[in-house]
T-cell receptor
Framework: GAGVSQSPSNKVTEKGKDVELRCDPI?????LYWYRQSLGQGLEFLIY????????KSGLPSDRFSAERTGGSVSTLTIQRTQQEDSAVYLCASSLAHSTDTQYFGPGTRLTVL | GENVEQHPSTLSVQEGDSAVIKCTYS??????FPWYKQELGKGPQLIIDIRSNVGEKKDQRIAVTLNKTAKHFSLHITETQPEDSAVYFCAASKGNFNKFYFGSGTKLNVKP
C-alpha cells in the first residue's frame, strides 16, 4: 500500500515568511511524528501525535513552530517568521499505535531559508 | 534526558567484509533500540530492532547486539555489498514515552 507522503518535497523561502509542511501518514496509523534533520546530523524529535492530540510537544524549538493533525490523519507543521537556522530536512513518520511499533518515514521536505 | 552516541561517523569497508557500528545510551530506562538505514534523498527505513529483554537478534546478514549493563548496542553487517552503502542511524526509546533519541549517524561506504 501507499507509504508516508510529504509535500512539498522542496521549499525555498525568504527569511521572515511563514511555511506549511504537510504529512500524509499511512492509512490506519494513529501515531505520527515530526523530526528535523540538519545537514549531516541525526534526527531531532519535534512533536508526536496520538490521534489528533499531541502528548509531547517538547521538541519544538521555539514558539514559531506549531503543528496540528485533523481527522487523525493529515498533519501540518507550520513555521512562522522563518529564520536561516530553520533550513533542514523535515521528516514525518507514522506508526500503527505507539512508539515501539515500527516507524515508517516519509521522504522528507527540504526547507531552505534564504 | 537520553543521550545517544554513535561511532564511527564514517566507515569504509571492502565488499564481502563485515561492518560494525556501535552506539551507547545514557538512560537505563530505555528499552527499545531500532536501527535505520537512510539512502540519499530518502527517509530512514527500519532495518532491525531489539528490545531490552533480548541480547541479540539476527535477520539474514544483519544482527544487533545489546548489552544493558554497559548501555551499548551494536549493528553488525556481514558479507557487505555495495547496496549496503548508506547512512545508518541508531535510536533509543523508553517505549511508552514515545520519544526516540537518534545517534548522529554512520556513513557506510562499501567498495566493490
Amino acid at each position: 500500500g501507499a507509504g508516508v507522503s510529504q509535500s512539498p518535497s522542496n521549499k525555498v523561502t525568504e527569511k521572515g515568511k511563514d511555511v506549511e509542511l504537510r504529512c500524509d501518514p499511512i492509512s490506519g496509523h494513529t501515531a505520527l511524528y515530526w523530526y528535523r534533520q540538519s545537514l549531516g546530523q541525526g534526527l531531532e524529535f519535534l512533536i508526536y501525535f496520538q490521534g489528533n492530540s499531541a502528548p509531547d510537544k517538547s521538541g519544538l524549538p521555539s514558539d514559531r513552530f506549531s503543528a496540528e493533525r485533523t481527522g487523525g490523519s493529515v498533519s501540518t507543521l507550520t513555521i512562522q517568521r522563518t529564520q536561516q537556522e530553520d533550513s533542514a530536512v523535515y521528516l514525518c513518520a507514522s506508526s500503527l499505535a505507539h512508539s515501539t511499533d515500527t516507524q515508517y518515514f516519509g521522504p522528507g521536505t527540504r526547507l531552505t531559508v534564504l | 534526558g537520553e543521550n545517544v552516541e554513535q561511532h564511527p561517523s564514517t566507515l569504509s569497508v571492502q565488499e564481502g567484509d563485515s561492518a560494525v557500528i556501535k552506539c551507547t545510551y545514557s538512560d537505563s530506562a530505555s528499552n527499545y533500540f531500532p536501527w535505520y538505514k537512510q539512502e540519499l534523498g530518502k527517509g530512514p527505513q527500519l532495518i532491525i530492532d531489539i528490545r531490552s529483554n533480548v541480547g541479540e537478534k539476527k535477520d539474514q546478514r544483519i544482527a544487533v547486539t545489546l548489552n544493558k549493563t554497559a548501555k551499548h548496542f551494536s549493528l553488525h553487517i556481514t558479507e557487505t555489498q555495495p547496496e549496503d552503502s548508506a547512512v545508518y542511524f541508531c535510536a533509543a526509546s523508553k517505549g511508552n514515552f514515545n520519544k526516540f533519541y537518534f545517534g548522529s549517524g554512520t556513513k557506510l561506504n562499501v567498495k566493490p
